[in-house]
């Protein structure tokens, strides 16, 4: 989690005005110039399913499947971190405010700020929990591998339809290895205060006897 907030910090740095080099302008202006029709259509509809509304409602679908298996725990642990991204997303967006892309070059209609990518960060959020919680199980490679592969096209569907910079991108997935990490940590830290106490009189009265 530290690991994924100094990174965060590292590209917000790089997200300012002249603070990247203008790696941003050079990634967006060869993405616009490698264009092709196949691509073009793939990553249209395949942005769509990086919408916070489609992933709220497979969330839901998930949460409510674990919660029937008995698997209370990881569904607080996806629901808890589903609403965490949305929120967390919501306070960057307004704190760095970054503008998008110019309009000229986007495929989209994308509204609001830039920085973190909510698609991005959203999707990776998603699929890595979803991993998080597959992992004690036989399925954690497939679904590592899947997680992995659906998070990494969304975040290039965003750079390739001219809607994000890549730093948008990079710190939306960034920011999802945080606050997945930072939800399974403060479920740990309150297992364990509710965990009683271990009985201290037992070990010295054994010990004596």
């Known amino acids: ?13 790089l997200a300012r005005p002249g603070g990247g080099g203008g790696l941003d302008a050079q990634v967006h202006a060869w993405v616009g110039g490698h264009r092709s029709g196949a691509l073009t259509t793939f990553f249209t509809g395949y942005t769509g399913l990086g919408q916070w509304l489609v ?21 607080a642990f996806l629901l808890i971190a589903m609403v965490a991204e949305l929120l967390l997303n919501l306070a960057l967006k307004s704190a760095f405010a970054r503008a998008r892309p110019p309009l000229a070059g986007a495929l989209v209609h994308a509204g609001g700020y830039a920085f973190p990518s909510g698609h991005a960060m959203a999707s990776a959020t ?30 290039a569907s965003r750079i390739y339809l ?25 479920l740990e830290i309150h297992e364990d205060a ?3 106490a271990p009985q201290g009189g037992g070990g010295v009265s054994g010990a004596s006897a």
């Open 55 to 75: 992933l709220a409602a497979a969330a839901l679908v998930a949460v409510a499947a674990l919660a029937a298996s008995a698997r209370r725990r990881e569904a």
């Open 194 to 196: 509710r965990r009683p």
């Open 126 to 155: 998603f699929a890595l929990a979803l991993a998080v919680i597959a992992w004690p199980t036989r399925w954690r490679v497939p679904a590592a591998l899947l997680a992995a592969a659906f998070a990494l096209l969304m975040g």
């Open 162 to 186: 001219g809607v994000h910079w890549l730093t948008d991108v990079l710190a939306g997935w960034a920011m999802a290895v945080a606050v997945v990490s930072g939800t399974e940590l403060g």
């Open 1 to 13: 989690m530290a690991a994924a907030v100094v990174a965060f910090l590292a590209l917000a740095l």
